[in-house]
């Protein structure tokens, strides 16, 4: 599980695929997609038909690599990896990884000095916290790794603001970011830790400044952009969010979870159609994810789509241990589409699920009420009364002489 949300972080990313064909990104998304979803095996047959067409992809090599070590399969992984060093990007972590797994320490070691050494290290409390590395910080070599100092000064300071702010020492942590600004105030880093602070002491606007000031310099920065996004949204700018939402989404189209994010604010902004466009393409590459699919039949719900809300609580339904809100919201479908018999049958069931629920009554005595069962929605009616749904009082006044 640890090592299924590393992989989940990591594969969202590194989607940006600049040389692939359409049909060959959507395999590799939906690869990755199978990474995440735990479904390493299926990834790697997707991959092995696209590689053995294009054998030097470094992007479908890296992805099939953590493929395999996610499986727990480190040879293959480590062949690919190999493979990745030989031609570019920095793999060095990800061997190390592999090495520590197989319990082969010097190798792990090894390779974790080559990525220390590089230019795009990880933060020291990033990989002292990597569960890959678990079993290997109880070793000499790994005491003897951390004897040299591989960050400079200034990479320090900048951990210790992260800290200071982490600690709620917000004066502090502002002092020593303005420090630093003042020798090198081309830092992104130092805006987004800034901003940081800011946000942490509701002071939103000088956050977001800071967090556009660090997109100003960097704008391909996902973290920066990330944090301007959930500072929008806790702001309700939905249109901002969006805009970034978007971009993220055109560059990395891995990030999965932004079609959830961006169907929320849209659902919410009352833009139903668009909504439901956003969770079909997530459920494209998640098809099982219980969640995402039951979002999607409300919002499709909500859009008057009732056939397209049925399809996915007819899915979610045939899953072991359906919910009773699954047959809650296909009972109101069905009250929609006036197949009453459909829905007083769902309402019995979410009321074998929950026979608690006063909503659950009243929606089964509109339903049926419509089918003519006077007597037994007069039933549902006083029942939902009862138990505090004062909506039920006009149908008791009105059909059956309360």
Known sequence: MKKCILITVVVSMILLSTGFALAQKDNYLVAAACIIDGREKEAINILNEVIEKDSNNNELLLLRAKAYYQAGDYEPAINDLTKVEEGQGNCFLWLARCYAAKGENEKAVSFLKKHLASDDKKAESEIMLDTAFSKLERTTEWRMLWRKDWYSAYERAKADIGFRIQQKEYDKALNNV????????????????????????????????????????DPSGVKFRLSRLSLNRRLKKNEDVLDDIDLLLGWHPGMFKLYIAKAEILHDMGNFKEAAKSMKKYIMYFPEDRDA????????FDA?????????LNHLIKMPFPKKDYFYLRGLCYNELHTYSYAENDFCMALDLDPNDPEIYYNRGLARLSAGK?????????????????KALQYLQHYCNY
Do not use: V, W
């Not at 037994?376 to 009364?385: E, I, L, Q």
């Open 178 to 217: 303005n420090i630093l600004l003042q020798q090198k105030d081309d830092d992104a880093e130092l805006y987004q830790l800034r901003a940081m602070q800011y946000e942490a002491r509701h002071n939103f606007q000088a956050a977001l400044r800071d967090y556009s000031k660090a997109l100003e310099l």
């Open 293 to 300: 699919s039951f979002f999607a039949s409300r919002i499709n």
């Open 304 to 312: 008057g789509t009732y056939y397209t809300s049925l399809q996915y």
């Open 374 to 390: 006077n007597e037994p929605a007069c039933y549902d009616f006083k029942k939902a009364f009862s138990m505090g749904e004062k």
